[in-house]
């Protein structure tokens, strides 16, 4: 079984439509996709309705959230991604929270490109907005039109300090960590913490975080994910077998933004067995069935 539990499409920001991606996981000899993209649901119905004969869409949800750090300089805390299996996407609180945070991505995106345009950089908000084409927006579709003005040579490049990854960069409004954990239990959901130890994209949590996060009703840690060397997955898989969590793996797959392909990483089938077992607020989807 080839599990790959993690990966964006265009509904947020991946570069393949969610039925595009259905193909290019079965393509790439997948059992099992999970579509995530970050704070929507928006690609569940496409995806689903377009999974080929052989395939299993495990629908998710990539939920921006914080670690509150009042030790922190600025107090900004430490952002977590929450990965949310078979959460039901019509639950009142957890549909309310996802629209704020897309609201809060559309508000911000805009206030980014005026800081790049006090800069005298010539990227336009609808510019922007049309890329992301009602999906979540995030600093990928940024990045994307600095490529295009040939501002920077790639995305890794848009990502610099000197760009997006800093002196552009402006916070999001997330939920705290701990209640985004409730949240989707709540809705039914099985949260997983996505790339804990990704250091490169900034602070992360302590080992006592994922702690109190598994109190709350943290499920599993994402380990093997393309920015985990191999002492952070070692660590994570210990610290998973300290609060009885499950492990997973997989691609982070963003289309063209990102070069990683898909099933670069993969799941075991006991941890999909664990998660499909706790999920109860949606049901994976087998192609050729219907
Ligand atoms: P945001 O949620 O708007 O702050 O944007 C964060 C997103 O940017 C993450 O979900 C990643 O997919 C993407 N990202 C971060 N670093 C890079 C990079 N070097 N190249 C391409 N995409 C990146
Ligand atoms: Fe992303
Ligand atoms: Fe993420
Ligand atoms: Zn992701």
Known sequence: ???????????????????????????????????????????????????????????????????????????????????AYLPDPEHPALAAELARLRAGRTDRGARMVALLRAAGIDVTWDEVRADADGGSVGRPHLARALVRHGLVAT??????????????????????????VALVRDAGGVPVLAHALAHLRGRTVPPSAIGEMAAAGLAGLEADHPSHDRPARARLRAIADTYGLFVTGASDFHGDNKTVRLAAELTAPEALERIVALGTGAAPVTGGTR
């Open 1 to 83: 079984m080839r599990i790959d539990l993690h990966t964006h499409s265009t509904a947020s920001d991946g570069t393949l439509s969610p039925a595009a991606l259905m193909t290019a996981a079965s393509d790439a000899g997948l059992d099992v996709v999970a579509l995530t993209d970050h704070d929507t649901v928006a690609g569940w119905a496409p995806a689903s309705a377009a999974v080929p004969a052989g395939l299993t869409l495990l629908p998710g949800i990539e939920i921006s959230a914080r670690w509150p750090d009042t030790a922190g300089v600025n107090g900004g805390g430490i952002g977590v991604h929450l990965l």
């Open 155 to 180: 995305m890794d490049e848009a990502f610099a300090p000197e760009w997006l990854g800093g002196r552009f960069q402006l916070p999001k409004d997330e939920p705290a960590a701990l209640d985004a």
